[in-house]
């Protein structure tokens, strides 16, 4: 059962306050991170216990956005944020002890979209969130639709989070589906690595390129006809990548103006 989202609404509001749901294996994590969303201000926060609340129970809570903190057992923690992530689309941020490379990478693989090490301070846990929202498709938006991207043989729904190569839908992760709208949105164009991991990831992470070459490997096994050949995503070695699909450039529909199957 997958959570449902809101529809893009005219905004945001000023009075706008995202509904934020605390998620902890453990309790002593679980107080952490609210007492810093407390700090922030601007959030409602909902605070559970993985395994305690059931998908029924996030469905009435109707967050925008997940807070996973992750004090202890990390196996533990990265496996619930995989059955988050397999449960719904929303945005998954992983609070935790660790700031390891490894740990941060395998947070990412397990489905979250952003990553803080605790103790966090709680102006830049916002800004965090406020980054996660507006990409997002549950912060309101002053565009009334979505475009469609066509490329080639390639075509992405960005309001409905599908991707179609010849007609077949390839499933993708949120962050593969990021990374390659980023790309899409600039065909033939060489796009820098500091830029797709500013778009994709956040500004912070403008200098881990192996996040980058990660979900470029996953992407590549999942759209190429052969990933060691590949013909869409093209690397310039040592700048960044270039997407270039069989056919013209990319063209903009709005949803509205298609018949959505």
């Known amino acids: 059962m997958?959570?449902?989202?809101?529809?893009?609404e005219a905004g945001p509001r000023a009075d706008f306050r995202p509904n934020v749901v605390i998620v902890s294996p453990e309790e002593e994590g679980g107080r952490e991170v609210r007492s810093a969303l407390d700090a922030v201000g601007g959030f409602d926060a909902t605070m559970v216990r993985y395994g305690v609340?059931?998908?029924?129970?996030?469905?009435?809570?109707?967050?925008?956005?997940?807070?996973?903190?992750?004090?202890?057992?990390?196996?533990?923690?990265?496996?619930?944020?995989?059955?988050?992530?397999l449960a719904c689309d929303l945005p998954i941020v992983i609070c935790a002890r660790s700031d390891r490379e490894?740990?941060?990478?395998?947070?990412?693989?397990?489905g979250a979209d952003d990553y803080l090490v605790m103790p966090m301070k709680p102006a830049e846990l916002g800004a965090r969130l406020r980054?996660?929202?507006?990409?997002?498709?549950?912060?309101?938006?002053?565009?009334?639709?979505?475009?469609?991207?066509?490329?080639?043989?390639?075509?992405?729904?960005?309001?409905?989070?599908?991707?179609?190569?010849k007609g077949r839908s390839i499933e993708l992760s949120p962050m593969e589906f990021r990374l390659l709208a980023a790309l899409m949105r600039r065909p033939g164009q060489?796009?820098?690595?500091a830029v797709l991991l500013a778009e994709v990831w956040g500004p912070q992470y403008v200098d881990s390129r192996n996040y980058l070459r990660l979900y470029v490997q996953y992407l590549r096994e999942?759209?190429?006809?052969?990933?060691?050949?590949?013909?869409?995503?093209?690397?310039?070695?040592?700048?960044?990548?270039r997407f270039e699909p069989d056919g013209g450039a990319p063209t903009l529909r709005r949803e509205a103006s298609?018949?959505?199957a």
């Open 2 to 8: 997958r959570m449902t989202t809101v529809s893009r």
């Open 53 to 85: 609340a059931t998908l029924a129970d996030f469905q009435e809570m109707q967050p925008r956005v997940i807070l996973l903190a992750i004090v202890r057992d990390s196996a533990y923690g990265l496996a619930t944020c995989r059955q988050l992530r």
């Open 102 to 110: 490894r740990d941060i990478v395998r947070a990412f693989e397990s």
């Open 131 to 165: 980054a996660v929202l507006r990409r997002s498709a549950d912060w309101p938006s002053a565009q009334p639709a979505q475009p469609v991207l066509i490329a080639g043989e390639f075509e992405i729904r960005l309001n409905e989070q599908r991707v179609f190569h």
């Open 190 to 193: 060489l796009v820098t690595h």
């Open 222 to 241: 999942k759209i190429e006809d052969d990933p060691h050949r590949p013909r869409a995503i093209l690397n310039e070695w040592g700048v960044g990548y």
């Open 258 to 260: 298609r018949a959505v």
